[in-house]
Every structure is written in C-alpha cells, then in structure tokens.
C-alpha cells in the first residue's frame, strides 16, 4: 500500500467510527478483591493475624465482638458500559438525540476474620459472594 | 514502515483525547515513622507526637485502638472517537496500633497498599 493509498484508508476508517462513537466503559476498583483461593491460606485455629497481615497488608477496620475481634477486609469491583445509539442519526438529525443503555454492576465485597484474644483466626467469611460483574450495556 | 505509520494514523485520527487525575485523603504515613513505633516500648504520647490524633478511635477489649488511614486514587482515561475507557484505581494505606492499659504500644498492624498503584485507563483484566 503506497503512501498515497493510506491516508484515504485511515480517513475512510475514521469516518466510518464517528457515527459509532458514544460508548463509555469504565471500570473502579477499590483495593485488591480477594477471592477464596487467594484466603485460601488462612486456616481457622491455625492462622494468626500477623500471617494474614503479611499476605494481605492491613485490614480496612479492627472491631470488638463478644467473641473476640473482627477484622475486616473490604474490596470493591464496579463495572459501567454505555451506549449511546442516538450518535448514529446525529449526522442527518437536526437536533441532537440520545438513546442511552447503560448498565453498572456494583461488585462490593468483604472478607471478614474472627480473631480470639491471641489474635489467632478462628472463623472466615466472604459476606456477600457476589459474583464478578459484567460490561453489559442492555440494561433490560 | 507503512504499516507502522497506517497504525500511527489510525490512532491520530480516532485519539480525541487523554486524562489522568488524582485524589488524595490523609497524609501520608511514612515507613520510618511507622518503623520507629515499637512493641512495648513507644507509648501513647510518643504516637501522638509523631502522628498526630488518629483518624478513628476505638476500645478493643479495654484497649485502645488507634487507626490512621490514607487514600489514593488515580484515575486515566483514553477517549477515542469510537469508544471511551477508563478506569478508577483505589488503594489505601492503613496503619492499626494497640495501646494497653497502662498507655504502651501492644501491637502495630500496618501495610502501605499505595506504593504500587498505577494510572490505568484499559478497564478489562484484573
């Protein structure tokens, strides 16, 4: 392909994607999500806090329970796509028309571990399970 | 060559733009302060001096449980003509210490999640 035969192809190309335009994806995550198999370490009656925190780093609060002491993990996992279909009447509209889909999926999660007086673990627990969301624009 | 400058063109023509931002909450804890807190020896007023009054406090079994925290967060974001992605990392810096009854550091529970956070803009992957 010559030089002169490819700027008519990017132009072309170009052309062809501006009508398209108007798709957003957008991801947030807040800290690391911890699945089961990165706990999967952690051993009730066995695992201390200190080898939770050298694996894990520092939780996200320390609270006190009849029981003994929570210590929670929290995590964050959001996902958002949107479309915009009006774009694709926009050059021939002479107003400016939207037709939106979007979608965001909130994959909000925390690891929660029970520790005794000897800050070893004694129970573990995800509390919601959520399943990892999805970039899925149709909100129907 | 052609093929290289055909893609460079490309990504010209649809570039419409980049974006890179940043927040910050808290001030930073830095690693030889938090070093210089030890077990059973630094005491209340010494934490206190050094860091200030924490962000949370809390009794833990009769204890007190000082929390300091910071947060950091960048955003990047690539807009092409066609399509627009970005995405927000979040990642924060805690620092938990113990003190007991008579006002000595019993335990110092710290991580520095920050140090590694990155400017991503492509929103698919880990």
């Known amino acids: 392909m010559s030089r002169h035969t490819a700027s008519p192809t990017v132009l072309f190309v170009a052309i062809l994607a501006m009508p398209l335009s108007g798709c957003n994806v957008a991801r947030l995550t807040i800290n690391t999500p911890l699945t089961p198999d990165s706990v999967s370490f952690i051993t009730a009656g066995q695992t201390t806090l200190t080898d939770v925190v050298t694996k894990l780093g520092a939780p996200d609060s320390i609270t006190e329970a009849e029981r003994g002491t929570v210590v929670t993990y929290r995590f964050l ?3 958002y796509a949107r479309v915009n279909f009006g774009w694709l009447v926009k050059p021939w509209s002479p107003v400016d028309p939207d037709l939106v889909f979007s979608r965001s999926g909130m994959g909000t999660d925390a690891l929660e ?3 005794d007086s000897n800050w070893v673990v004694t129970h573990q627990a995800f509390v919601r399970h959520r399943p990892d969301p999805l970039f899925t624009p149709y909100p129907f | 060559m052609r093929r290289a400058g055909l893609l460079l063109g490309v990504i010209l023509l649809t570039l419409n733009g980049c974006a890179f931002s940043r927040g910050t909450l808290g001030e930073e804890i830095k690693t030889e302060t938090v070093n210089s807190i030890k077990k059973g020896v630094t005491t209340r007023a010494d934490v206190l001096a050094q860091l200030g009054a924490p962000d949370r406090l809390l ?7 000082f929390q300091y925290y910071r947060y950091d967060a960048k955003v990047g974001s690539l807009l092409l003509i066609l399509i627009n992605f970005s995405r927000v990392s979040v990642k924060s810096d805690d620092l938990f210490i113990i003190i007991n009854h008579e006002g ?10 920050t140090g590694n956070l990155e400017f991503r803009f492509w929103p698919f992957g880990d």
């Open chain 1, 113 to 115: 571990l029970l520790c």
């Open chain 2, 104 to 113: 000595i550091v019993e335990e110092v529970i710290a991580s520095k999640r």
């Open chain 1, 77 to 79: 996992n959001a996902k």
């Open chain 2, 59 to 65: 009794q833990l079994n009769g204890r007190d449980l």
